[in-house]
């Protein structure tokens, strides 16, 4: 295996944010141990919790606010009243449309559409499938990802959940 210092650690954090048991730990355990590659995972834990809260539609969590921070970040707040729970989370551009893209990924035919910032993009879709696209050159791994996929599919993707999903 490549050594995890050349492991794009963006495309890391999709991989571990889209299918989370990708990488076992006796396969991978570098990714375990490594400092930067904890954080990483650690991250794709809390970004896995944001999807599953937003994408649940009964009842649906309600957006407070997404907005751009100076800094380039953005600002995600959103409400789950059942909880009564309020979360606000600072995310990367690249997080952002990870989410985006996650949630649509989960969202069932026939749910209540998303609040439009939340809405996933060909931006975001064009964003994930690039960096994503990363690990494949670095740990040999067949995405089957064309153009034509990069720049945006028209159709949802719908996968049944897995036990990883967390």
């Known amino acids: 295996m490549t050594s995890p210092v050349d492991v794009d650690r963006g495309a890391l954090l999709c ?7 990708t990488f076992a730990r006796n396969r991978f355990f570098s990714f375990f141990t490594e400092p930067s590659a904890r954080r990483t ?3 794709a834990t809390q970004l896995r919790t944001i999807v599953r809260q937003l994408a649940h539609d009964s009842p649906r969590a309600e ?5 751009l921070r100076e800094e380039g970040n953005f600002v995600l707040r959103y409400r789950i009243h059942r909880l009564s729970l309020e979360r606000t989370a600072v995310l990367e551009r690249l997080e952002l449309g990870l ?3 996650a949630v649509a990924r989960r969202m069932r035919p026939g749910a209540a559409p998303l609040a439009l910032p939340l809405q996933v ?3 975001d879709r064009a964003l994930v499938y690039a960096t994503i696209a990363k690990l494949g050159d670095k740990l040999l791994l067949p995405l089957g990802l064309d153009e034509k996929d990069a720049t945006g599919a028209t159709e949802e993707y719908h996968p049944a959940t897995t036990p990883g999903d967390s």
Not at 63 to 67: I, P, V
């Open 121 to 123: 993009t060909s931006e």
């Open 15 to 21: 991989a571990l944010v889209l299918a989370p048991t």
């Open 63 to 67: 957006l407070l606010e997404l907005g």
């Open 41 to 43: 995972r650690s991250r």
């Open 99 to 101: 989410i985006r893209f």
